[in-house]
């Protein structure tokens, strides 16, 4: 009877797990569910990052004169991306923290899908957010300062590509804070840099600030765009910036996929 059972035990088919879920349709996947839960949200939020450098476009009005020229092309290319930087860099820093401290990466951690799709499908979601609210800031500081409006195209270069630096800089940092709290500190003081660091005249400031905003991944989106404002564009310098940008959104978004890993397994 023993060797029956077991001679029947063998014939019966072994069950095989489902493959491994791909990078691309779980990048989708989560990009999908994480757009439908902000969307709600995040409009809001989104309104106050437009609301907010809009505002900021009129202070400077007060110092900065307009009819095109250099330090009237900084603030209104810096006030722009601070649209992202609020959305992909602050609000990201914040939800990533939230969900470390909430057990909500356990959620993740028994799904089968790769966790690069996990932190590039959040990444994306917010980053989608912030295209219509640079759109208008940019238009409106064009209007405000009498800049030329025909290289508002290379936003659709911009943010994406400055978006996923920044994106993958706030999903890091909220993964790699200790505790909730460190997240949203360190998301305020990265929108924060992008604030004083981006908007500000660069020929304003002293040599170990521009260092710093050297080191900020906004600031070559900043200057990208500005230099579209030109009468003549560098687009060697252009493409340039928007290579850096892409380079460190790469090298942001892996330390993030990192720091998801790290996390996950804690």
């Given at each position: 009877?023993?060797?029956?059972?077991?001679?029947?035990?063998?014939?019966?088919?072994?069950?095989?797990?489902?493959?491994?879920?791909?990078?691309?349709?779980?990048?989708?996947?989560?990009?999908?569910?994480?757009?439908?839960?902000?969307?709600?949200?995040?409009?809001?939020l989104l309104f106050v990052a437009t609301f907010q450098s809009v505002g900021i476009m009129i202070l400077m009005r007060g110092v900065v004169d307009g009819g095109g020229g250099s330090e009237a092309r900084a603030v209104v290319a810096g006030s722009s991306v601070l649209v992202v930087a609020f959305v992909a860099l602050n609000l990201l820093a914040q939800y990533f923290g939230q969900l470390r401290a909430g057990g909500g990466l356990d959620h993740y951690a028994t799904l089968p899908?790769?966790?690069?799709?996990?932190?590039?499908?959040?990444?994306?979601?917010?980053?989608?957010?912030?295209?219509?609210?640079?759109?208008?800031?940019?238009?409106?500081g064009c209007v405000l300062f009498g800049l030329p409006m025909g290289g508002l195209w290379i936003l659709a270069a911009v943010v994406p590509l400055?978006?996923?630096?920044?994106?993958?800089?706030?999903?890091?940092?909220?993964?790699?804070?200790?505790?909730?709290?460190?997240?949203?500190?360190?998301g305020q003081l990265g929108m924060s840099a992008a604030l004083l660091l981006g908007v500000?005249?660069?020929?304003?400031?002293?040599?170990p600030i521009v260092w710093a905003r050297d080191l900020l991944p906004s600031t070559y989106g900043v200057e990208a765009f500005a230099e579209t404002f030109a009468e003549h564009p560098d687009w060697t310098a252009v493409l340039l910036d928007l290579g850096v940008c892409a380079a460190v959104g790469v090298l942001s978004l892996a330390v993030a996929t990192w720091a998801y890993r790290r996390a996950a397994v804690r």
């Open positions: 009877m023993t060797t029956a059972a077991t001679t029947a035990a063998a014939a019966v088919p072994v069950g095989v797990l489902a493959p491994k879920a791909r990078l691309f349709p779980a990048l989708a996947a989560v990009y999908r569910a994480q757009l439908s839960r902000a969307r709600v949200a995040r409009i809001p899908v790769p966790p690069a799709s996990v932190v590039l499908g959040a990444a994306a979601a917010y980053a989608s957010f912030t295209l219509p609210g640079t759109l208008v800031t940019a238009v409106f400055a978006g996923a630096a920044l994106a993958g800089l706030g999903a890091a940092l909220g993964l790699l804070a200790p505790r909730q709290e460190l997240a949203t500190l360190a500000l005249p660069a020929e304003r400031m002293p040599d």
